[in-house]
């Protein structure tokens, strides 16, 4: 299979690369490498790579020829919280798909699209009131969490609510710019699967790590945060309780994903996660644990407006759908990512 991963230079982009050209797919990345002076080394030789972004026409009409699939992973990250961000996000991740989509278009590609979506699409995860069942969480409130009041209440009776783990057809509850911008893309490519007749996936990522995370952006991930923390001998600083929870899911497994959604005919979207959920506090234990004579991680209590306390993924569609779960167990992704390289 000749495959493009747009992306491909990328921390989930790459590990994808390593696992088709290890199987023996052709691969052709476009990226613009903005995040990197020149191609990473993590980066298969055999990869064909063509530098430029999803803005640009020509390199988009030399990326999508004569390939059997694609594997859009190509975005702007991290958390988008604040509106001065919105014409940058929209850019790069609504408009960029598009460009994606009507390259695809012109050359009448039917084949497979694979796109990464993610958990933001959720908002909150999915919770129940002891009193009345489903109930929605809405964002939490300045005063609360300043209280330490950290867990989500019932709108109706103020109770804290459960957490349960959130299946694909949860409604979709975009709350910043970035998880706006990952509806968009889903949708937008769901309607060109249902145009053009290709078969689309989307695969909404819970929290992702592994082997050349970025470290150094303000929108890098918990995990690569608090293994930079650990490596310069600091505590990890685990914000609110420490008891709001994820699933942490191994890049390894995500790429693993990317080729089961490719290889498969099933069309929708889907969680890709463990399967494990985990509290920020047991992860920061767990690295730790990785360290010699590690500092403790430290509960601060501290928060960020507009996260989310707990949002833990029903991993049965995937199962079902793809016929992927992952294989990396916590306890040892968390001990190998305590020695492997970050970006
Ligand atoms: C950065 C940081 C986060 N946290 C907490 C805040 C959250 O409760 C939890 C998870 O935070 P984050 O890793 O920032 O992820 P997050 O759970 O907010 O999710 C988002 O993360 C973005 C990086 C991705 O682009 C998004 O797709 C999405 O995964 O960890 C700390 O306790 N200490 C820290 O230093």
């Given at each position: 299979m000749r495959v493009l991963v747009t992306g491909g230079a990328g921390f989930i982009g790459g590990a994808i690369c390593r696992h088709l050209t290890a199987r023996g797919d052709q691969v052709v990345v476009l990226d613009s490498l903005a995040a990197h002076k020149e191609p990473?080394?993590?980066?298969?030789?055999?990869?064909?790579?063509?530098v430029g972004d999803l803005a640009d026409d020509d390199a988009l009409r030399d990326a999508v020829a004569g390939v059997d699939a694609v594997c859009h992973q190509a975005a702007r990250v991290g958390l988008g919280v604040d509106f001065d961000d919105v014409t940058a996000y929209v850019a790069d991740n609504d408009a960029g798909t598009a460009n994606l989509l009507r390259a695809l278009w012109r050359r009448s590609f039917t084949g497979r699209l694979v796109v990464a979506s993610s958990m933001v699409v959720y908002g909150e995860g999915r919770y129940r009131c002891p009193e009345h069942g489903d109930a929605r969480a809405e964002p939490r409130r300045t005063a609360d969490l300043d209280a330490g009041r950290f867990e989500p209440r019932c709108p109706r009776c103020g109770a804290a609510l459960a957490w349960?783990?959130?299946?694909?057809?949860?409604?979709?509850?975009?709350?910043?710019?970035?998880?706006?911008?990952?509806?968009?893309?889903?949708h937008l490519s769901t309607l060109y699967g249902r145009e053009s007749?290709?078969?689309?996936?989307?695969?909404?990522?819970?929290?992702v790590y592994g082997p050349h995370m970025p470290r150094d952006t303000p929108y890098a991930g918990v995990a690569a945060i608090f293994r930079s923390a650990l490596e310069a001998g600091k505590a990890p600083r685990v914000f609110e309780d420490g008891a709001q929870t994820r699933d942490f899911v191994h890049v390894d497994d995500v790429a693993r994903a990317n080729l089961a959604a490719l290889d498969g005919d099933w069309a929708g979207a889907c969680n890709i996660a463990s399967g494990e959920p985990h509290t920020v506090g047991d992860m920061a234990a767990a690295l730790?644990?990785?360290?010699?004579?590690?500092?403790?991680?430290?509960?601060?209590?501290?928060?960020r407006l507009g996260d989310v306390r707990h949002v833990v993924a029903s991993p049965?569609?995937?199962?079902?759908?793809?016929?992927?779960?992952?294989?990396?167990?916590?306890?040892?992704?968390?001990?190998?990512?305590?020695?492997d390289p970050l970006r």
């Open positions: 990473p080394a993590h980066l298969p030789d055999s990869v064909e790579l063509i349960a783990p959130v299946p694909e057809d949860a409604p979709l509850d975009p709350r910043n710019v970035y998880a706006a911008t990952k509806v968009h893309t889903e007749g290709a078969r689309v996936c989307a695969l909404r990522y819970h929290n730790a644990a990785g360290f010699e004579d590690a500092p403790a991680p430290v509960v601060t209590g501290e928060y049965d569609l995937a199962a079902e759908a793809l016929g992927f779960r992952a294989e990396t167990r916590f306890a040892e992704g968390m001990a190998a990512f305590a020695r």
